[in-house]
């Protein structure tokens, strides 16, 4: 785990360097007419126009008289893949979730996946058959909730790896409780792939239990898991955002931990948060022989003194937590001439920086109740 970078990119998705990415769940489910289970039984292309029929096994939005009939659609084939072409795209298999969007002309499938696709990248791969017991639905639940149901029970179902760009983010999207159910079972499975994907997203819903079980984790499964590993590596790093007290502490502990492997993801947990509970760990970092564990503490300490808000993932576009408020009780014009972010920021300056924000700890540590 000493090369955090490598692991963090890969988390991002190897898709991506192929131009390719995942679309919005959330948003195809809004933006469709028709959301089905189906098992497709023909494709066929007219130039770049790809045509697919299929049997409807479940209707999630939509029609509900459609379940058991047949259906057909049309996709515009996008060129990116080498070497392929629209003559050359295999007929999908097995079954899948899909996305349809009403025209004059027919169904216009709405890809799952963005960029230089194959057709089978249009849709998700789903288990044949009846949906798993743990993540069956009733006709009344919300989309989103049918498609996390349907999208776990693929996960479940499946060997898992095709499923890394779609944790950290797109299922998140959904905002549904089954995820909970999902990321349960999957941090139970003898699967150390599965078990550290679960681990990652019960963190990003803020489980403390989830990541003390993490830090107890033996190296050996992450060594084996390197993808799996940078998804955790994030999830800890932007989205766990719990601030109580036993939270703060494992966050803290193990960014003071000099042998541990979470020490910088832990480091800008505690920078992101910089709540009176983490002054005295982001303090202590400010003595830490690397510098950008320094720079963590002096982001902290003095994102705190100047009130800015906690830094999540949604407000990271607009650089919202940077975003000073008029008023703070510890602010004042030094600590705004002072504010440092980031290791490139504290390097310039960082004597000055590290002179100033230690005063300043020692001089309000004892009104904070430190």
């Known amino acids: 785990m000493r090369n955090l970078g490598i692991l963090l990119l890969l988390a991002?998705?190897?898709?991506?360097?192929?131009?390719?990415?995942?679309?919005?769940?959330?948003?195809?489910?809004?933006?469709?007419?028709?959301?089905?289970?189906?098992?497709?039984?023909g494709l066929s292309n007219a130039g770049t126009v790809l045509a697919v029929t299929m049997t409807v096994t479940r209707v999630l939005k939509g029609d509900a008289g459609l379940a058991g009939t047949s259906i057909s659609a049309v996709w515009t084939w996008q060129p990116g893949i080498l070497g392929a072409s629209p003559d050359s795209e295999?007929?999908?298999?097995?079954?899948?979730?899909?996305?349809?969007?009403?025209?004059p002309g027919g169904w216009q499938l709405l890809s799952v996946m963005q960029g230089g696709i194959s057709f089978n990248q249009t849709f998700i791969a789903v288990p044949r058959g009846p949906i798993a017991s743990a993540y069956s639905y009733a006709a009344t639940a919300s989309l989103n909730d049918k498609i996390a149901s349907e999208v776990s029970a693929a996960i479940e179902g499946g060997n898992g790896a095709w499923t890394i760009d779609l944790h950290r983010g797109i299922l998140d999207q959904l905002g549904s409780p089954v995820l909970g159910v999902l990321y349960r079972r999957l941090a139970a499975s003898r699967s150390?792939?599965?078990?550290?994907?679960?681990?990652?997203?019960?963190?990003?819903?803020?489980?403390?239990?989830?990541?003390?079980?993490?830090?107890?984790?033996?190296?050996?499964?992450?060594?084996?898991?390197?993808?799996?590993?940078?998804?955790?590596m994030l999830s800890i790093r932007d989205d766990f955002r719990a601030a109580d007290a036993p939270s703060i502490a494992v966050l803290g502990q193990a960014a003071l931990d000099s042998r541990g492997a979470f020490r910088e993801v832990t480091a800008f947990a505690l920078r992101?948060?910089?709540?009176?509970?983490?002054?005295?760990?982001?303090?202590?970092?400010?003595?830490d022989p690397d510098l950008k564990l320094r720079a963590e503490g002096i982001g902290g300490v003095s994102a705190f003194a100047n009130g800015l808000p906690v830094q999540t993932p949604a407000g990271v576009p607009s650089l919202a937590y940077l975003q000073m408020p008029a008023t703070a009780v510890y602010k004042t014009q030094e600590t705004m001439a002072n504010f440092a972010m980031g290791e490139a920021a504290v390097s310039r300056n960082e004597a000055k920086l590290l002179a100033f924000w230690k005063g300043w700890w020692t001089q309000n540590r004892a009104a904070l109740g430190y």
């Not at 499964?221 to 940078?230: D, I, M, N, V, Y």
């Open 90 to 103: 295999p007929a999908p298999t097995g079954s899948g979730l899909w996305f349809f969007k009403s025209s």
């Open 192 to 232: 150390g792939n599965r078990r550290i994907l679960g681990l990652a997203g019960l963190i990003r819903q803020g489980s403390v239990d989830a990541l003390s079980t993490a830090m107890l984790a033996p190296a050996s499964l992450f060594a084996s898991c390197p993808l799996e590993t940078g998804v955790l």
């Open 12 to 41: 991002a998705g190897t898709a991506s360097a192929n131009l390719v990415g995942w679309n919005s769940l959330a948003d195809l489910g809004r933006s469709a007419d028709l959301v089905v289970v189906a098992d497709p039984t």
């Open 272 to 287: 992101s948060i910089h709540t009176v509970e983490a002054l005295p760990y982001l303090a202590a970092l400010m003595d």
